[in-house]
């Protein structure tokens, strides 16, 4: 079965520092990746998706960046994070087909101090 | 894109059935429609897909009428662990989450 692995679970970075949130898929192929981002009490806002290796479609401008390695694995960075970058990121994926349901990670709850 | 709209929060007590209505009134003719549930720290979960009519699994029934222009998740006997915010996503949007219902239910 298909397994999602992202982390750390909780991170406490000051202003101005760098950031790599790392996500990897299990037990399938050629899966789309998705990075979002959820303010307490809000929706989720997509930051980023992958539909291949190389391949990063960016939703939002803003000081964050994308990239995937490998086939199953998906990284969010920043080299210097602001106080509004604070919030809980999910990674998902989704078979490379349309109207395919997305299957989320655990997340990374981040605090900017 | 279609866009939908669902209540922003709705309660409920335990052992009822809760039907939460989504309005979709731009689907297009390939668009399916998606319902996820979301416990506080952690991601949506996928609870059930459908494309027309009814649509049914172990956890919950979807119901789409015939103009597809809406559809109803309907949760059948809650309890409290059903507390949680339920999103409705359509077709291309299957990317974009909105703030979604919030559904409380009560002792």
């Known amino acids: 079965s298909q397994t999602i692995h992202q982390w750390p679970a909780t991170l406490v970075q000051p202003v101005g520092s760098p950031l790599s949130l790392e996500c990897t898929v299990e037990g399938t192929s050629n899966p789309n990746l998705y990075w979002y981002r959820q303010a307490a009490g809000r929706g989720l806002q997509l930051l980023f998706y992958?539909?291949?290796?190389?391949?990063i479609s960016s939703e939002v401008p803003q000081n964050l960046s994308a990239s995937r390695p490998q086939d199953r694995q998906f990284i969010l960075s920043s080299k210097k994070l602001l106080l509004s970058d604070s919030g809980f990121y999910l990674c998902?994926?989704?078979?490379?087909?349309?109207?395919?349901?997305?299957?989320f990670g655990d997340g990374t709850r981040l605090s900017i101090l | 894109l279609a866009k939908t709209t669902q209540p922003i929060s709705m309660d409920s007590y335990e052992g009822q059935e809760v039907n939460i209505t989504c309005s979709h009134n731009n689907i297009a003719t390939n668009d399916y429609i998606t319902w996820y549930q979301q416990f506080p720290s952690q991601g949506p979960r996928f609870i059930i897909q459908?494309?027309?009519t009814k649509v049914t699994n172990e956890v919950a029934s979807l119901f789409i009428p015939a103009d597809r222009k809406s559809s109803t998740l309907s949760l059948p006997r809650v309890s409290l662990s059903d507390t949680a915010v339920y999103y409705c996503l359509v077709g291309d949007d299957d990317m974009r989450f909105g703030a979604g219902t919030r559904l409380t239910v009560k002792p």
């Open positions: 998902a994926w989704s078979l490379g087909r349309v109207s395919q349901p997305q299957h």
């Open positions: 992958s539909v291949g290796i190389g391949q």
């Open positions: 459908g494309y027309k």
